[in-house]
């Protein structure tokens, strides 16, 4: 199988020119849809990086794809840089199962593909590339890092297409509105910062999103009570309840109705969780989402 990338090769490093190695480079791909066929043959695992390939076109400005190896499922890497104007940067990577061979450290360790003395953020990554990772910011950087395992869920879309969304007639579940949606997911999310109001609302107007609103009373507007969306990295975020209307299955049916969307539209539903949070593990699980695979985040210069 041939793809088709452009000639943009990323140019050797000081620390390549130093250590003498000549070998291939990660290259940018200016075709993203054309690793599809690739990333479905690793599913489950790589559901996120799926998600990510098909809604591109719609993140241009976020999102850049690059790959190293044959074109051949058995020996391609991918990897994805996200920038999030609250965070900096984001790296996914999909690979194939097996060994690593030297020639992929060097690749990610030769080219201006990353800076690793800059802030980032590895994100779900399956266990033998965490340990690459680790190994190339402890080893060959020094970095400090911190390192939050996670488990990766996923559902099928056949599933998700088929889950029961019901509500009391009190309650009614859509697609967030950007206006009231924004405030509510970014104000109630920990990590906040004044960028994170711009990153939230581009999620929502751009990727499926979900909110169980209670209807207004005598002429009052709907009031917003449980919302999550959906970013451009492809991982279902961002889920609050607020606290006077929790225990009544609000997030439920909202994490729900986000599936059914992301389905309808040809995504595959996924989320990361800590593993430490026993809830929203068990929370997850309840839903019918399957566990699926480690996937580990390690963060440079940036807490999460």
């Not at 992929?104 to 593909?113: K, N």
């Amino acid at each position: 199988m041939s793809l088709t990338l452009n000639n943009n090769v990323l140019q050797p490093s000081n620390h390549e020119k130093m250590n003498g190695y000549h070998g291939n480079f990660f290259t940018k791909v200016t075709n993203p849809s054309s690793l599809i066929s690739i990333v479905e043959k690793r599913l489950p695992v790589s559901c996120y990086i799926l998600n990510q390939l098909k809604s591109y076109e719609k993140f241009t400005d976020e999102l850049e794809i690059f790959m190293y190896g044959s074109g051949a499922e058995r020996d391609t890497w991918i990897l994805s840089k996200f920038y999030r104007e609250d965070w900096d940067l984001m790296i996914f990577i999909s690979a194939p199962e097996g060994v690593i061979s030297e020639d992929v450290r060097q690749a990610l360790l030769s080219s201006d593909l990353i800076n690793w003395d800059n802030p980032f953020i590895f994100a779900a990554l399956q266990t033998h590339v965490t340990d690459l990772i680790l190994s190339i910011n402890i080893n060959e950087f020094g970095n400090i890092i911190k390192i939050y395992p996670c488990y990766l869920f996923h559902m099928e879309k056949k599933d998700a297409l088929q889950l029961d969304i019901t509500t009391p007639t009190k309650v009614t579940v859509k697609s967030l509105e950007p206006v009231t949606g924004t405030p509510f997911i970014t104000e109630n999310w920990k990590y906040h910062n004044t960028k994170t109001y711009s990153f939230v609302r581009k999620s929502i107007e751009r990727l499926p999103s979900g909110g169980v609103y209670m209807k207004g009373i005598n002429d009052k507007e709907d009031e917003l009570v449980c919302g999550a969306i959906t970013p451009g990295f492809g991982l279902v975020s961002m889920l609050h309840t607020d606290p006077e209307h929790r225990r009544q299955g609000y997030a439920s049916t909202c994490m729900k109705y986000i599936f059914q969307q992301l389905a309808l539209e040809g995504f595959v539903p996924c989320l990361a969780s800590e593993i430490c949070n026993t809830t929203a593990v068990n929370f997850h699980r309840s839903m019918g989402l399957q566990n699926v695979a480690r996937a580990n985040f390690i963060g440079h210069k940036i807490d999460i």
